[in-house]
C-alpha cells in the first residue's frame, strides 16, 4: 500500500480506544445488567460504574485495548466495527473475569486505583462474580446468531484455556526458585498474549476474513500481547504509583517471578547472584531491600533486556499485522495501538 494510503482518515491509539469505548460501553452494561442481582452489583462495582453501596461513580474501567483490537480488526479485513461491537462485548467480559479472579489468587489489594472487588465483597463473591462474567461472555456471542459465532466461541475457549494454563503457572513459579526466562516468556504468552490473540481474532471472524486473516491477525494480537506483559512487568518495578495504581515496587515486595526478575536471575551476573539473595529469603522485605532488589535487577541488564524485547516483539507483531493484508486506514490504528502497549507513560 502507498504511504498516502496508510495515513488517510488515520485515528491516534487514543481516538481508537475512545470511539471504542463508546460503542463499547453501553452494549456491556447492558449485558451485565442481564446478571442476577448479586453477580450484577460486583461486577458493576468492579467495572467502576458505583460503589460498594451501589451508589453511581464515575471510576476507571480500564483503557479497553482488547474491545478495540476486536473492532479494529473487524474493520481490517473488510469489516463493520458496529457489527463486531457483541464479540467485543464477550471479550471484554473475559478480560474481567480474569482480573477477578487474578486479584483474588494473587492477593492484590488494588485494582484501577480502588479497593478490588474481593476487599469489599469477601472472596466467594468475587470468584462467582467472575464465573458469572465469563458465562455471559458465551451467551453474548450465541446470542449474535453471527453465522462465525460458534468459531468465535472456540477461539475464545482455546485462549480462556491458555490463560488458565498461563495463571496456574505463574503460581507455580511462587514456590520455585530455579524458574527459566523461556518457561517465564511462555506463561506470559498465555497469561496476556493469547486474549490478546483472541481478541483480533474474533474481530476478523465476525468482520468475514479469511481464514489466513485470522490466523494472521490472531499472531498479530497474541505478539501484543506478550510486548504488553513485558511493558506491564516493568512497570510493576519501576512504575508511578499514582498512574498504575499500585504501590512502588508492587511485584518485588510481593516476589512476583516477573520477567525482568527471572531475566536478572537468570543472567549470570554478581548482580543475580545478590538479587537472588535478596529475593528468596522467606521474611518480608524492606524499603531498602526492594530499592536495592530493584538496582540489582537493572544492573543485571534486565530491565533494557525488557524494553528491547518488547520492541522486537512488537516488530515481529507488525509483520504478521502486514501479512494479514489488513486495509490501510485499519491497519494503521492498529499499528498505532501495538506501538501504545510498548511506549505506555503509566
Known amino acids: 500500500m502507498a504511504p498516502t494510503e496508510v495515513i488517510t482518515g488515520f485515528r491516534s491509539a487514543r481516538a481508537v ?35 460498594e453501596h451501589g451508589g453511581p461513580v464515575h471510576a476507571d474501567s480500564g483503557k479497553a485495548i482488547r474491545p478495540a483490537l476486536v473492532l ?25 473475569f480474569t482480573l477477578l479472579h487474578d486479584d483474588v489468587m494473587d492477593g492484590d489489594r488494588t485494582r484501577r486505583h480502588r479497593p478490588t472487588a474481593w476487599t469489599v465483597f469477601g472472596l466467594g463473591p468475587a470468584i462467582l462474580a467472575g464465573d458469572s462474567l465469563l458465562t455471559l461472555a458465551y451467551d453474548v456471542l450465541a446470542a ?6 460458534q468459531d468465535a466461541s472456540r477461539v475464545m475457549s482455546a485462549a480462556v484455556l491458555a ?11 511462587e514456590k520455585r526458585a530455579d524458574v527459566t526466562l523461556a518457561e517465564c516468556v511462555r506463561m506470559a504468552e498465555g ?19 479469511g481464514a489466513p486473516q485470522v490466523d494472521h491477525l490472531r499472531r498479530f494480537g497474541e505478539r501484543v500481547g506478550l510486548a504488553f506483559q513485558l511493558v506491564d512487568d516493568l512497570l510493576g518495578i519501576w512504575g508511578d504509583p499514582t498512574a498504575t495504581g499500585k504501590s512502588v515496587y508492587s511485584d518485588l515486595e510481593s516476589r512476583k517471578k516477573s520477567l525482568p526478575v527471572v531475566a536478572a536471575l537468570s543472567s549470570n551476573t554478581p548482580a543475580s547472584r545478590e538479587l537472588a539473595t535478596i529475593y528468596h529469603r522467606r ?17 543485571a541488564g534486565a530491565r533494557t533486556w525488557a524494553q528491547a524485547h518488547a520492541d522486537g516483539v512488537l516488530t515481529d507483531a ?17 499499528t498505532a495501538l501495538a506501538h501504545l502497549t510498548v511506549r505506555r507513560d503509566h
Not at 490463560?163 to 513459579?173: H, I, N, P, S, Y
Not at 521474611?283 to 544492573?299: D, F, G, K, Q, Y
Request: net charge negative; hydrophobic share 50%; glycine share 10%.
Open 191 to 209: 497469561k496476556t498474549g493469547a486474549l490478546l490473540g483472541c481478541a483480533a481474532a474474533v474481530g476478523a471472524l465476525f468482520g468475514g476474513g
Open 72 to 96: 479494529t480488526s473487524a474493520e481490517a479485513v473488510g469489516g463493520s466495527p458496529r457489527d463486531a461491537v457483541p464479540a467485543a462485548v464477550a471479550v471484554e467480559l473475559v478480560h474481567n
Open 144 to 149: 449474535t446468531g453471527h453465522p462465525r459465532a
Open 318 to 334: 507488525l509483520t504478521h499485522l502486514d501479512q494479514a493484508a489488513p486495509a490501510p486506514r485499519a491497519a494503521a490504528e492498529l
Open 283 to 299: 521474611t518480608p522485605l524492606s524499603a531498602a531491600e526492594l530499592v536495592r532488589a530493584a538496582e540489582l535487577i537493572e544492573r
Open 17 to 51: 480506544l475512545s470511539q471504542s469505548r463508546s460503542l463499547l460501553d453501553p452494549a456491556i452494561r447492558a449485558a451485565v445488567d442481564s446478571l442476577p442481582a448479586t453477580m450484577r452489583r460486583i461486577a458493576g462495582y468492579h467495572f467502576g460504574w458505583w460503589d
Open 163 to 173: 490463560v488458565q494454563e498461563g495463571q496456574a503457572t505463574d503460581l507455580a513459579f
